[in-house]
């Protein structure tokens, strides 16, 4: 009974925790990724996500949401790529030119300018995160970055950082999805 109530007494304080960064987090940032959203969505651009572990399973779900649950309808949805989808890819690039490599590398071969990269990140420091981000500049590709923890070293580095200050992986990876999934909700009300 007693690692019961200590199991509840855990999942409380993490929802507590969860809940007080949903309700003191300013959103203008987000209202700004939306905005940008959109008019890649209307523009014909494209749109670009990763991150590592967590963040990048958080990545490939939202590329799912933003390919079609934001029309519902076929071919009309957003054109996203999730850069961490494909193993071959990100396993060979790993492999002969380095892991700091994985996404710039593909970065650079499959955007344009006008696009748009949204990078998830619990740290702000993987150097895989921060050379994608540079390549981003290299090619007039605006970054996004969703981020916890201090936001490291990507929270300057990104033109806009979407910064959640919490301490703990878990929180920040499901901000990553709240992000992605009020963008999703917001794409869909406002679908051209």
Known sequence: ME???????????????????LATSDWS???????????????????????NGGSAGNAIHLAN??????????????????LS???AVMTCLANDIGYEHIYSEQL???AEKGDLLIVLSGSGNS???????????????KSYAILGFSGGQCKQLADVSIHFPVDDMQISED???????????????NRH
């Open 127 to 141: 150097p895989n995160i921060l050379r994608v981000v540079e390549q981003a500049k290299k090619m007039g590709v």
């Open 29 to 51: 940032a987000v209202a700004d990724l939306a905005s940008d959203m959109k008019r890649c969505w209307e523009d014909g651009r494209r749109v670009f996500l990763c991150g």
């Open 85 to 87: 989808a494909n193993p």
């Open 175 to 189: 901000l990553q999805l709240v992000v992605g999934h009020m963008l999703m909700q917001w794409l869909y009300a």
């Open 108 to 110: 650079a071969v499959q």
């Open 65 to 82: 949401d933003f390919l079609y649950g934001i029309a519902k309808k076929t071919g009309a949805g957003l054109k996203v790529m999730a």
């Open 3 to 21: 690692s019961k109530l200590e199991a509840k007494a855990l999942f409380s304080d993490y929802a507590s925790r969860l809940q007080t960064v």
